[in-house]
């Protein structure tokens, strides 16, 4: 979670400490700009314990589009077909093959093959390089996403007005297979200041309105 937050998800403190047998309640808000579902799992970072993770799901409506209501449940079906390489398959497909009968639904609501295959899960996209170091501005660099899916994604970048970097285009569709540049800029208003930034890209199966509403449940 980018601590300036210009993410879609944001908390009001990044970091602090807890007293002993206390507790600290923290305060979350979700600023959506496109009509999606979201979804980014958080880590807190415990000196000398485990990390603590949290699942941050929201779902965005306008008056053209109205998504699916992503719930919790939803994601746990998700990582059991992501276990199975079933998630690389955009809806469509999977709603193809439960018709045909290459798949069926286990008693969790997961997917599962008919034919036993092992699968390893790999990502979905990638992005090279994963960081960009900008030694003086403004200047700009590139990025590249690579589709590792077999379905068309919709990428979605989150944009944010007063950061020193920007990225475009903030929206494209990619062909599965397939590679994609992007353009980074810094623009810093002062000089001899240090700025950093996460720039946040969500990825989304490009499907037509029917079979949207014939598959949302498919993949959670």
């Known amino acids: 979670m980018d601590p300036r937050g210009y993410g879609v998800f944001t908390v009001d403190q ?3 400490t807890i007293a002993a047998n206390s507790s600290l309640t923290l305060h979350l808000r979700f600023r959506p700009h496109h009509s999606i579902a979201y979804h980014r799992r958080t880590a807190c970072l415990i000196l000398h314990r485990e990390p603590l993770f949290l699942d941050l799901i ?3 409506h306008s008056e053209q589009l109205k998504p699916a209501i992503l719930c919790p449940r939803h994601l746990r079906v998700y990582r059991l077909n992501l276990l199975r390489g079933l998630t690389c398959y955009p809806p469509d497909i999977l709603s193809a093959m439960l018709d045909e009968h290459k798949l069926q639904l286990d008693e969790k609501g997961g997917l599962v093959l008919q034919e036993d295959t092992a699968f390893f899960p ?29 379905g068309k994604l919709t990428l979605l970048w989150t944009p944010a007005s007063d950061s020193p970097f920007s990225i ?21 208003r002062q000089h001899n200041i240090f700025h950093a930034a996460q720039l946040e890209c969500f990825a989304v199966y490009k499907v037509n309105r029917a079979s949207r509403e014939q598959c949302s449940s498919l993949t959670g």
Do not use: M, W
């Open 58 to 60: 929201g779902t965005c």
């Open 168 to 188: 475009g285009p903030l929206s494209c569709d990619l062909s599965p297979l397939k590679s994609t540049d992007f353009r980074v800029t810094y623009t810093p």
């Open 122 to 150: 790999l990502p979905h996209v990638t992005v090279q390089p994963s960081e960009l170091t900008f030694y003086a501005g403004p200047a700009s660099q590139s990025v590249s996403i690579t589709n590792h899916t077999k």
């Open 14 to 16: 990044i970091s602090g």
